[in-house]
């Protein structure tokens, strides 16, 4: 994640969504660079649903926005040599990047041909099951095995599932799992700025090139177990620690952690992760739904003996947990940076006192 990003969460968030759609270090060889295509797709994960809008070249270059009825909550840019991020609920809205690095903002592509490494990755295993017709053109069907993350390649995981490529252009058309391909038009009208990471007259911006700040903990406010909120700005001033994770994780590391704590110096307080299990039928996409969700969380999850807030997904513990479904101690500083972030089962009570006493 890149550290200096104003809320780099989201971005991460959004990144991991399109990220399953394949991202490779080239674009693959199609032939004519200059076809454009328009492509919308729906995804249904986790009780909410999202559309998505990609506009892509077979250079590389493509334009992928988040859109909520007539407006666009996401937009993401890349001309070839720059990112450009838009965020209108940000400030600034824009954020833009030169030769981003490709470990914390995956550049994607939407096109695919059977004898490449991207390929590869997107179907293990491949077995071609013959041809179909998919918004008007011949698409090409495989069988691909699980896709199964390692260390030196963190994808994203897949279940075995079947995809399809238009015939002509490598062109991803179906590619299983939750996301579902609703329109395709190829050679769309599209605007002279589709593609450009120019940001608009009278717009602020963060630097281009990132800073020397250390990551800390963005400011929110989550419903607390018990009644009230639980702002994480409040916190900010003096030290304190951060318990992200399952009820009983939480409530079994802060058996750990309070004791190593004096007269409530530093504060502690926990971030309970909730998500929707797959048969629920609303969506946190409305404000009902997802005040309705968190009720019931709040009416289940029992008692602590500290604050603690739900976490709807982890979008608070993904700041600084690898997985907001591991139970993960990070210890903040008074000046905002983490001093130690770690899970749970990996740290000592030795080390961790040590390190409580050198926060305070």
């Known amino acids: 994640m890149a550290v200096w990003w ?5 971005i991460a968030a959004v990144a991991m969504v399109v990220a399953a759609g394949g ?3 080239k674009q693959a060889d199609t032939g004519d660079a200059s076809e454009v295509v328009r492509i919308r797709s729906v995804s249904e994960e986790g009780g909410t649903s999202e ?17 909520d009825g007539p407006s666009v909550r996401y937009s993401q840019v890349w001309d ?8 209108p609920e940000e400030s600034p809205k824009y954020q833009r990047m030169e030769n981003p690095d490709k470990d914390e903002f995956p550049i994607v592509t939407w096109f ?7 390929f590869r990755k997107l179907c293990p295993q491949a077995k071609k099951l013959g041809t179909r017709t998919l918004f008007g053109r011949t698409a090409v069907r495989y069988h691909c095995d699980e896709v199964v993350p390692s260390d030196t390649d963190p994808t994203e995981p897949l279940e075995a599932r079947e995809i399809a490529l238009d015939e002509k252009t490598g062109l991803l058309m179906r590619n299983g799992g939750a996301d579902v391909v609703t329109e395709v038009t190829f ?6 700025d589709t593609f450009s990471t120019e940001v608009p007259p009278g717009e602020d911006t963060l630097p281009t090139e990132p800073s020397e700040e250390e990551p800390g903990m963005p400011p929110a406010e989550l419903p607390a177990v018990g009644g009230g909120y639980i702002n994480t700005a409040l916190y900010a001033a003096n030290p304190y620690v951060v318990v992200s994770g399952s009820a009983d994780g939480i409530r079994a590391t802060l058996g750990r952690v309070l004791p190593m704590t004096h007269d409530g110096k530093p504060a502690v307080v926990g971030f309970l992760f909730a998500a929707p299990d797959e048969d629920w039928k609303g969506s946190l996409l409305n404000p009902e739904d997802e005040k309705a969700f968190v009720d019931s969380v709040l009416k289940t999850a029992g008692t602590f003996p500290a604050p603690v807030g739900v976490d709807i997904k982890g979008a608070m513990a993904a700041s600084f947990a690898s997985s907001p479904t591991d139970v993960t101690i990070a210890l903040v500083t008074a000046a905002g940076p983490f001093a130690h972030v770690t899970l749970a089962s990996e740290v000592s009570d030795a080390e961790l006192r ?7």
Not at 6 to 10: E, L
Not at 80 to 87: F, H, P, Q, R, T
Request: some cysteine.
């Open 187 to 192: 050679d769309p009208v599209i605007k002279a």
């Open 354 to 360: 040590k390190w409580i006493a050198e926060l305070s």
């Open 80 to 87: 070839g040599k720059a990112l450009l991020i838009y965020l």
């Open 51 to 67: 559309t998505f809008e990609v506009i892509a070249d077979r250079s590389g270059r493509y334009r992928l926005s988040v859109i």
């Open 112 to 118: 695919y041909r059977p004898d490449t490494d991207e």
């Open 6 to 10: 104003g809320n780099a969460w989201k």
């Open 23 to 25: 991202c490779g270090e």
